[in-house]
């Protein structure tokens, strides 16, 4: 019988975000027969191309503000009363308001969306096998395990990755309804095996919903070593305050060597960041925005980076990284979530989770310092992971595999 996917992202194929689905989605695309991207992203443009077998469709994810008033009825629904009680005999946190409202509007979009899945299920799936697949551990993935509570014959999972997964990193230090989530869904399939662990600590009793499953990227070039004077810093990332870029500047400002910090990515901290470049290191950094991921590619195939740098205070296991691996270049990250899943001392260095800017700066000069000899072992043992372990034909083709046989 056909099998039919519906897949539901943030933004993807529209706009410029989860630039790492383009490595997952032609796998998807040959193991199904049919692909719905539902992708939240109601504004822009699409960006990006998607196998032919491929159907777009759009649904706002926030509630309006009405909906917001209407997420407090869900105040009778007798799962918010459930999670109230696993969050005081589990989590150990405050029941406060923002975690209150964060629950009811949970609760609220469940119930917009399961007329929407079943209008998108009756659309596009008569007489097929349905799949059920959010990109991310949020409210979507509640949403569709409380459709397949409803629809036994379905099949439901959802990936988890970094803030998604991890309590301590949102505002409220809360993840709404987790256990709902894996009691419901077929299976939830972490990024890393930090998050894998976890979830094994902290709600033991649905370990067995959780598999491991890394994400990859595929093998893009070989980056040229750099012959300069000039040594580069790269990174990539949103200019959020999780991703810790006030901490790299002030570090880089500590440097005595020539050197030259390029980042790709954008945010609310965007000029905050740059003007607190201009004062520190003038002339010495090149912010170059959101572009796609083929134009980041381009410029690693054609222009020379000595080493990577993560400073975030979390994240799953970045795919930045592996990108950066695949071309054989050197890591510095701090210890948070799954790095440390693709980062050591043999490849790069692993620093503290929340380092000061001399720890940062210590670090980069002691890479700077390495021998020629020394640097390209850690070059060679980058790409070395990167095959072993984030390599997307056998990662995805595995993923394929796994979701198929729920």
Do not use: C
């Amino acid at each position: 019988m056909p099998k039919t996917l519906f897949f539901f992202t943030s933004s993807y194929p529209f706009g410029k975000g989860e630039t790492f689905i383009e490595n997952e989605i032609s796998y998807l695309a040959e193991a199904f027969h049919k692909v719905v991207i539902v992708s939240n992203d109601t504004i822009n443009i699409q960006t990006r191309e998607v196998p032919k077998n491929v159907v777009l469709e759009r649904k706002g994810y926030e509630l309006s503000t009405a909906g917001k008033l209407l997420s407090t009825l869900q105040i009778f629904n007798i799962l918010f009363f459930k999670e109230l009680n696993i969050i005081k005999k589990h989590y150990n946190i405050k029941i406060t308001l923002p975690v209150v409202n964060t629950m009811l509007q949970t609760l609220h979009k469940a119930k917009v969306w399961s007329k929407f899945l079943e209008i998108m299920v009756n659309k596009y799936s008569k007489n097929e096998n349905i799949y059920l697949y959010s990109y991310w551990n949020n409210d979507m993935a509640f949403a569709i395990a409380d459709y397949k509570r409803k629809h036994k014959n379905i099949t439901a999972f959802s990936r988890m990755h970094g803030w998604d997964t991890y309590f301590e990193a949102s505002e409220i230090n809360y993840l709404p309804f987790r256990s709902y989530i894996f009691n419901n869904l077929n299976r939830v399939f972490a990024i890393s095996q930090k998050g894998n662990d976890y979830y094994s600590e902290l709600l033991p009793k649905y370990v067995n919903k959780i598999s491991v499953s890394y994400l990859g990227v595929p093998k893009r070039g070989d980056n040229k070593v750099n012959t300069s004077t000039e040594f580069q810093i790269l990174t990539i990332s949103n200019t959020i305050a999780l991703k810790n870029l006030e901490t790299l500047v002030r570090a880089l400002a500590l440097l005595n060597i020539p050197f030259k910090w390029v980042h790709f990515g954008d945010g609310n901290l965007q000029n905050e960041i740059a003007a607190l470049a201009q004062q520190l290191i003038p002339g010495k950094f090149d912010m170059k925005g959101r572009v796609s991921n083929s134009q980041v590619i381009e410029y690693l195939n054609s222009n020379q980076v000595d080493v990577f740098v993560n400073v975030s205070f979390t994240e799953g296991i970045p795919v930045s990284i592996m990108e950066v691996m695949s071309f054989g270049i050197p890591v510095i990250a701090t210890n948070v979530g799954g790095t440390s899943e693709i980062v050591n001392n043999k490849n790069g260095f692993l620093i503290n989770p929340k380092p000061t800017p001399a720890e940062v700066a210590n670090t980069i000069n002691t890479f700077y310092n390495l021998t020629d000899n020394e640097k390209a072992m850690k070059r060679k043992v980058a790409f070395n992971t990167w095959n072993a372990k984030f390599n997307a034909p056998e990662n995805y083709t595995n993923f394929a595999q796994l979701i198929l046989h729920l």
